[in-house]
């Protein structure tokens, strides 16, 4: 067995302890009496103290054993009694929690009985131990802040679902997440806890008291005059919520903050303690003292320069030592308390961890004189140690706990044989290492020193009308400028401190990435390839388990430390290939097996539905050949799948009777990262998973487990392409880089897929508070500066509130620094852009293989989006998008897949087409990302139109219609504003109503639109069709929505109208207004689509556009209509239905069609439009304001009606003249232009002159005349070969959908004009 890492390679077998038959040549290593003074000067007596060197009795390698047994029994006798049972506690040594009795609700503990997880509503557990008499603590690492109550209780507790600790009169608990103590009722107490924070619960039954202590510091005393006496015990008790977690600490390891007079539940072991120490103190000898053989003297040196050299006198000194300190570095205590010490006093000295190699060297004496059992065991107590250490330390201005830890983290994983060792069993097998790249956020500013460290904070005081943020720096004054100079000064220092964790962190990554360190087997990369695989698969794999995953806030730092790591490792190995700025994943990953991808979604659909529809593509693109065995087997795979999603959706109570429970691997524990034991009230059971985690989800035969893949497996060989077999012409022959690496890229956008997204959207509420408070405390500077002097009640409420907003600020600004410079930080800003520039290179490169694409999973096009909202969404205002290198090319990038993929026949995914669909309607948006679609070329632009003007049947039309939409805003009447302008006249002063974004229209798309439609009359008219017809559906629903909505409000008895119906409702009148827009857009942009009757379906189109209008005008200005009453009942989440969006959109129709055309075509749409049985002038009036009972005559083409009583007056009796006002576009002038207004006039007398000749000039029409379906129009057309006869609207409009008669069911062949015959 060989040694690497500290320099000299040694066997274990060449160093034997002596025996009689070694004495001579053994004590012939170097003289017997220089032999002699080493011994005496690494193993000193305490008893006989200072002798003199010729008096002391000589001592050799025979003697030292004997010697040094003495020693380590001096004082054991005295120690022994520390051991005994202590009067005042009953039960077992160790004290571990009651997995058998003592617990109620269903949970989740560790296989060391210490870490505990919460699975149902709230669960009770208690410990095997109890006290009567004493002064006793124990310890809880707090691994999640959620609802949880610890304390004691007594055995007659009894707990439920409902009541835990401290809810019953003998049991009394803490609780950080509401800041209370309980014992059946609750008073506040304590300060809040976090995640990462120790509690200590110390009672006290002599004076009967019950504290307890937040990372050392003492809350007070909770409770007094506590229940004792004869009969009463007290267990230490937990009650916990649903996936909340703690560890506990009854003193298997030592307490982090112990409390002079309190003893811990569980015994230290003080006798090994005491060895251990001795022990220690010998190898610190022999480290300082080296032997000068040639001079015959002994010599003092500094330990750090001590080197194992091979000498035979030392390494048996040395063996003497490690045959009695190995046993005791097998235990927990003892490897926290003596060994981590030692270790970390090394590098208490500072400098580079390369610097120190002592730590090298002492790894290099554990694998050679330890068995391997105790050097493994050793090594994975001491790993836990400095895990939980880094985890739980407190956060200090310099983060000085955290760098010593990961210091010695470092150090360790240097030592080759020990980083593979504790890759292969430990960091993922065992440990949560992604702690180890996590920096916690402190939840208490004080406490963490962010005061010192930032002693001035600041925040935006100018914000524009629509609440945002003005950052303009000419705005400030010279104080604001100074405070925020030293903020910002302030967060350099913070951020500064950090990168130095960061960088340790990286360091521990970059050796875990390790391709070379090949000399004692398997390099580290690889190893930590596999298990990071099968890290992404426990996390992929339950979705539907949250206690199972990982925690998000570790998965973003893992994240960003992982792509620094791969980056470095990627750019020191490419001095030929590409750069990492040029990463991506090649397609041949998805779909030659190499790779398993889970149960993650393909855009073409399942793995095994493709394998069989794409498999001759994959042979004659990727020589690739699918075995028929193999397409069955996964066939058989996805059944057994859908039955174990079926069994997964049970509940988890009858799950656990049988046991089949997945087991979850990112339990709270501090100590392990793995939980075997599932407890229940109903049932305890080991957990035994129906398929272990160790074997992929799908038995594949071309692909191997995860965790036996070898360097050759995945790198290659000659003739073996390795991850990346199956090649496509598309491809380079040679990799772009270690195939490794493009594995580790290609889980990396997997692992921002899983949950880091979210994350960064989560961390955002802080900046969303700042700026709420800081508007919250300058509209309360204002009112006090406007606060009249009468009154100083209210100055005294104001100044309080202003007190209390600046306070929270003050805490929030410091927070934020500390968010910004872990999550938000310029460096953090590049990696996600990285990210999505990966995300575009692999998407285009995938696109390229044709029918291949299908494969690619659809997280890479989620990832693209996600990221590109991150960027644009999360890091500013800190940080812009416009600073990034590459910007406006990677812009355009993602613009020409979103145009190509949103519409895209091989993705089928319904998730993932809404998805690219939304991603393209927020791209249009904004004026940046605007022009970005614009740049691409303008094949994929006319494509990408003509895909949006798809007739809307048979697919989500919504986001289609609003990107049409957003094209078309700022060039429609009266549409160029970014807040609805009905809202701003009712509640100008609220800041907090709905916004939309500025108009950026584009003449480019709008212009390519219109060729489309111009030219391919077919697709204009089953696109208009379908407009049409999502409008009739559209407002039909809102109306009858808001029908509904009266009724309950004119109901006497309280009524409560369902936010859902209320959303709906407000989604439908949108929908039609937006719909109404692009009928807008249309006919402005095409007009001769309605008004040229040359073309197939003009004249049908115009009539049921026509007829739409005047329904809508009808319903929207009828006097004291059902639109006004719901209107005036302003319910919350009806804002944006009012008069002047809709109405608006219909303006811009007629004033287009009635205006802006030939004369031809006025003369068409007017005729249409009068003709319409619908048709009611004063509604055209309304939009004017006027309609009194002289202009009120309704018009049709048969006769005049009557009008209306004047507008406002019906409302009068029940509304004030205030409430009640009459809509005209005259009392818009921000919104409507002077000449719009004036076009609208030239309309009103138009057709207030052409209904004046309409109805003189019109003769009355005979009933048989009249067509039989809709008694509106005359018949004036024949049907063949039946010879029925109706109006040619009804029956266009009737073969849309339906090629029978409506009389006899006949097919119609044909469709003549019809004139009435002459009279005779």
């Known amino acids: 067995m060989s040694s690497k890492g500290g320099g000299t390679a040694l066997t274990r077998r060449n160093y034997r302890l002596a025996s009689d038959t070694d004495k001579p040549k053994a004590t012939g290593i170097v003289n017997e009496k220089l032999l002699s003074d080493y011994l005496h000067q690494v193993f000193p007596s305490t008893k006989q103290g200072p002798v003199l060197a010729s008096l002391r009795k000589p001592l050799g390698f025979q003697d030292v054993g004997a010697h040094l047994e003495s020693l380590l029994s001096e004082g054991e006798a005295a120690e022994d009694g520390t051991d005994r049972p202590v009067e005042g506690r009953l039960g077992p040594q160790p004290v571990v929690l009651d997995h058998t009795s003592g617990f109620e609700g269903l949970l989740f503990v560790d296989d060391d009985l210490l870490g505990v997880i919460g699975h149902s509503n709230f669960s009770s557990i208690r410990a095997s131990t109890c006290i009567y008499k004493g002064r006793w603590a124990y310890e809880v690492l707090i691994s999640s802040q959620g609802l949880m109550q610890i304390g004691w209780c007594t055995l ?21 997440n509401r800041v209370r103590k309980w014992n059946v009722t609750t008073t506040n107490y304590g300060k809040s806890w976090a995640a990462g924070d120790v509690v200590s619960c110390l009672l006290d039954l002599d004076q009967g008291t019950i504290t307890f202590c937040l990372n050392g510091q003492s809350l007070g005393t909770a409770f007094t005059n506590i229940k004792t006496g004869p009969g009463v015990a007290y267990f230490p008790a937990i009650s916990l919520s649903f996936k909340e977690s703690v560890a506990f600490n009854f003193g298997s390891r030592p307490l982090r903050y112990p409390v002079d007079g309190y003893l811990p539940l569980q015994n230290p072991p003080t006798s090994d303690l005491t060895k251990a120490h001795k022990l220690l103190g010998y190898i610190k000898n022999v480290l300082s003292t080296s032997i000068d053989a040639q001079e015959d003297r002994l010599l003092e040196q500094d330990c750090s320069v001590w080197r194992l050299h091979g000498e035979p006198t030392v390494l048996i000194t040395l063996a003497h030592i490690f045959n009695r300190f190995a046993p005791l570095m097998c235990k927990v205590y003892l490897v926290e308390d003596v060994l981590m010490n030692f270790l970390l006093g090394i590098l208490e000295g500072g400098g580079s961890v390369d610097e120190h190699q002592l730590i090298q060297q002492l790894l290099d004496l554990f694998w050679v004189l330890m068995e391997d059992y105790e050097v493994s065991e050793c090594l994975k107590q001491l790993m836990m140690s400095l895990l939980r250490a880094y985890r739980f330390s407190p956060i200090i201005p310099d983060l000085g706990f955290q760098i010593h830890y990961l210091r010695l983290t470092t150090a360790i994983l240097h030592h080759e044989k020990s980083r593979k060792y504790l890759l292969n069993n430990v960091l993922f097998d065992v440990l949560r290492s992604v702690v180890f790249f996590y920096i916690k956020t402190p939840l208490r500013v004080k406490e963490a020193g962010l005061e010192e460290l930032i002693p001035t904070t600041w925040w935006p005081t100018h914000f524009d009308k629509e609440g945002k943020d003005e950052r303009e720096p000419e705005d400030e004054s010279a ?322 509130s202003q007190k209390v907003f600046a306070e929270k600020l003050n805490h929030l600004c410091r927070r934020l620094a500390w968010i910004n410079a872990t999550i938000y930080s310029k460096e953090k800003m590049l990696d996600v852009f990285w990210l999505l520039c990966v995300c575009i290179r692999t998407v285009e490169h995938a696109d390229a293989t044709g029918s291949l694409f299908a494969f690619a999973p659809e997280f890479y096009l989620s990832v693209a989006m996600n990221a590109y909202s991150a960027l644009k969404n999360y890091f500013s205002p800190a940080n812009s998008m416009e600073e990034l290198p590459g910007y406006d090319e990677t812009l355009t990038q993602l613009a020409a897949i979103l145009a190509k993929h949103f519409a895209d026949p091989r993705i089928v995914g319904t998730d993932i087409k809404d998805s690219l669909m939304q991603a393209l309607a927020s791209y249009v948006c904004y004026p940046q990302s605007l022009r970005a679609v614009e740049r691409i070329p303008e094949e994929q632009r006319v494509a990408m139109m003509r895909n949006l003007l798809a007739p809307y049947e048979q697919r989500p039309w919504a986001q289609t219609n609003w990107i049409l939409v957003r094209l078309w805003r700022g060039c429609g009447f009266g549409y160029r504003y970014t807040r609805l302008p009905h809202l701003l006249k009712t509640k100008p002063e609220d800041a907090n109503l709905p916004s939309l974004q500025k108009p950026c229209p584009s003449l480019l798309l709008q212009r390519h639109m219109a060729e489309l ?89 115009l009539r049921r556009l026509a007829q739409l209008l005047n329904q809508v005008l009808n319903r929207v200005t009828a006097e004291k209509n059902l639109f006004d009453r719901v209107v005036n009942l302003r319910l919350p989440g009806l804002e944006s239905v009012d008069h002047y969006p809709i109405l608006v959109a219909v303006t811009g129709i007629l004033v287009r069609i009635l205006v802006d055309g030939d004369r031809q075509g006025v003369s068409r749409a007017s005729s249409v439009l009068l003709s319409d049985p619908c048709f009611q002038l004063h509604s055209i009036q309304h939009l004017l304001g006027e309609g009194g009972p002289a202009s009120a005559a309704s018009v049709t083409s048969s006769t005049a009606r009557p009008g209306g009583a004047p507008l406002g007056s019906g409302a009068a009796a029940t509304a004030g003249p205030s409430e009640r006002k009459h809509f005209s576009l005259h009392a818009y002038t921000d919104y409507i232009s002077e000449e719009e207004k004036q076009k609208v006039e030239l309309m009103l007398t138009f057709l207030t002159e052409e209904s004046k000749q309409a109805a003189a000039s019109t003769a009355p029409t005979s009933e048989d005349d009249l067509c039989p ?26 073969l849309m959908n339906n090629k029978d008669c409506f009389f006899c069911k006949a097919t119609i062949t044909g469709v003549e004009d019809y004139s009435k015959p002459a009279a005779c």
């Not at 007659?156 to 950080?176: I, K, L, M």
């Not at 030293?486 to 990168?499: D, H, N, S, T």
């Open 1013 to 1101: 439609l111009s030219v391919d009359k077919e697709m204009a008219a089953s696109f208009l069709n379908s407009v049409l017809n999502q409008l009739n559906w559209a407002f039909s629903e809102f109306i009858g929505m808001i029908q509904e909505i009266q009724q309950a409000a004119e109901r006497p008895e309280r009524n409560f109208v369902d936010t859902r119906q209320l959303k709906v409702c407000a989604t439908c009148f949108d929908l039609s207004v937006s719909l109404l827009r692009v009928l807008e857009m249309t006919v402005t942009l095409v007009p001769e689509i309605f008004l040229d009757w040359s073309r197939p379906s003009a004249e049908l189109l």
């Open 156 to 176: 007659t507790c009894r707990f439920n679902q409902e009541e835990g600790v401290g809810d019953t009169p003998d049991s009394y608990a803490y609780d950080g």
């Open 479 to 800: 104080d604001e400028r100074l405070r925020r100079r030293a903020y910002e000064r302030g967060c350099q220092r913070l951020k500064k401190r950090i990168e130095v964790v960061e960088e340790l962190q990286v360091q521990i990554l970059k050796l875990l990435l390790n391709s070379k360190d090949k000399t004692t087997g398997e390099a580290s990369r690889y190893i930590f390839l596999n298990k990071f695989r099968k890290f992404l698969q426990e996390n992929a794999s339950n979705r539907g388990h949250p206690t199972a995953l990982c925690p998000p806030e570790y998965m973003v730092c893992f994240l960003h430390r992982l792509i620094t790591a791969v980056r470095a490792s990627w750019d020191d190995g490419s001095r030929k290939s590409p750069s990492s700025e040029e990463a991506y994943a090649p397609p041949q990953l998805f779909y030659n097996g190499k790779v398993d991808y889970f149960d993650l979604q393909r855009l073409g659909g399942l793995l095994s539905h493709l394998k069989k529809t794409l498999k001759d593509d994959l042979a004659s693109k990727a020589n690739i050949l699918i075995d028929p065995a193999e397409i069955s087997a996964a066939a058989m795979d996805d059944l057994d799948e859908d039955e174990e999603s079926g069994a997964a959706q049970r509940p988890f109570g009858a799950a656990a009777v049988g046991g089949a429970l997945a087991r979850p691997s990112w339990l709270s524990s501090p100590t392990l990262g793995r939980a075997n034991r599932f407890l229940s009230t109903a049932a305890v059971s080991l957990m035994t998973p129906r398929r272990p985690l160790s074997q992929p989800e799908k038995v594949k035969i071309r692909t191997l487990a995860v965790e036996q893949r070898t360097e050759e497996d995945i790198e290659g060989s000659h003739g073996n392409d390795g991850l990346l077999l199956g090649r496509p012409l598309e491809e380079p022959h040679q990799p772009i880089a270690d195939k490794s690496l493009l594995e580790i890229v290609d889980g990396i956008v997997m692992m921002y897929n899983l949950s880091v997204h979210q994350q960064l959207g989560k961390m955002v509420v802080v900046s969303d508070d700042v700026h709420e408070y800081a508007v919250a405390l300058k509209d309360t500077e204002e009112k006090i500066a406007r606060c009249p002097a009468s009154r100083p009640d209210i100055l005294d409420e104001l100044q309080k």
């Open 1269 to 1294: 379906i809709c008694y509106a129009h005359s018949i004036s057309a024949v049907f063949k070969p039946c010879s029925h006869k109706s109006c040619k609207a009804c029956i266009n409009q009737h």
